[in-house]
């Protein structure tokens, strides 16, 4: 199965620019789709999980037209979209049941292996017959994704699903999505570049509703593996840093700046050549991005 995306374009309404001209070939596996606040991943991950239409481009799914097959895709796609609401006086158990109802299990004894199966993956087993009001935010996530998984879809979409989760039920839930398989397309969508280095085969950066960057996260790296430096500074000599080389990303390390840089050509003095990271990647480009945008 290959999801793929072409020239597709949205604007809103009001004149905001979502979605312009982005094309991505998504295969098999773990998806990850990197984007800052307003970049359009939730644009887009509507509109995959035909929920909202393009102005133009086409999407699809192995051979189906997502834009004009909708049925079909929706038969076959898990959706856990940033916000939804549960009903906070129904347990897990009886929500997802009636889920497995609406997603066409008929058979009463199908739907409960299918509920059992599912309740046992997302960890929430113990907690089954618990009201969802009562659930933190990571159970509340994994009911989410144990809802995407029912009827065993080929195309799962989780929209930014670990913002707001402590570390521990951040790790869980990935930990989860990574064990969903390799035979289905999982898209990812985050602002938190670690979640997409860690767990994705593929991905792509997304900024102002255009793709700056699509690669094996390898691949992306490699384009600027030899070209990151690092050093510390002191807080009143960063604005002079920052006019005199092309800054990626400056951090407060124990109160004290440290500072990547690119460079195409090798720089000495204080700078130590540094590992490129997927984190410079997605800076840079941003930061290239709004220069082009401003210029
Ligand atoms: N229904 C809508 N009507 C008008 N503008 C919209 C609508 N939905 C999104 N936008 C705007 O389109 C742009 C892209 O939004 P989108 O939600 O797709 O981005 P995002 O990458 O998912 O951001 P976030 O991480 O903040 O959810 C933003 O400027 C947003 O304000």
């Known amino acids: 199965m290959e999801l793929r995306i072409q020239n597709l374009s949205k604007t809103y309404a009001n004149g905001v620019r979502a979605l312009h001209n982005v094309s991505l070939t998504i295969p098999n596996g773990m998806f990850g789709l990197l984007g800052p606040n307003g970049a359009g991943k ?11 239409e393009p102005d133009a481009g086409t999407i699809t799914l192995g051979t189906l037209d997502v834009l004009t097959e909708k049925d079909a895709v929706r038969r076959v796609l898990g959706y ?10 129904i347990s897990a158990e009886v929500l997802l049941d009636h889920f ?17 199966a599912l309740l046992q993956q997302t960890n ?10 009562g659930y933190s935010g990571g159970m509340r996530q994994r009911f989410g994704i144990a809802v995407a998984l ?3 879809p080929q195309l799962i979409i989780v929209d930014e699903p670990t913002a707001g989760l402590d570390p521990t039920e951040r790790n869980r839930f990935l930990d ?14 985050t602002h938190i570049v670690e979640d997409v280095t860690e767990l994705c085969s593929n991905m792509a950066i997304i900024a102002g509703g255009e793709v700056v960057a699509t690669g094996q996260p390898s691949e992306v790296i490699g384009e600027l593996r030899g070209k990151v430096y690092r050093t510390k500074t ?26 990547r840089v690119f460079s195409d050509q090798p720089i000495n003095g204080q700078f130590q050549p540094a590992e490129a990271t997927l984190e410079d990647v997605y800076f840079h480009r941003l930061a290239r991005r709004d220069k082009s945008v401003i210029a």
Not at 237 to 249: D, F, G, M, R, T
Request: charged share 25%.
């Open 80 to 89: 856990l979209p940033q916000e939804f609401g549960l009903y906070p006086s």
């Open 100 to 116: 497995a109802s609406l997603k066409g299990i008929r058979d009463a004894r199908e739907r409960k292996l299918a509920v059992e």
């Open 42 to 52: 939730s644009s887009l991950m509507r509109t995959i999980a035909t929920l909202q």
């Open 176 to 189: 989860l999505l990574s064990e969903i398989g390799e035979n289905v397309v999982v898209i990812l969508s």
């Open 124 to 133: 929430l087993w113990a907690a089954r017959k618990k009201n969802l009001g």
């Open 234 to 259: 002191e807080k009143a000599a960063l604005a002079q840093l920052k006019s005199e080389y092309e800054v990626i990303s400056s951090k407060l390390v124990a109160g004290q700046p440290v500072v």
């Open 150 to 152: 029912l009827g065993a």
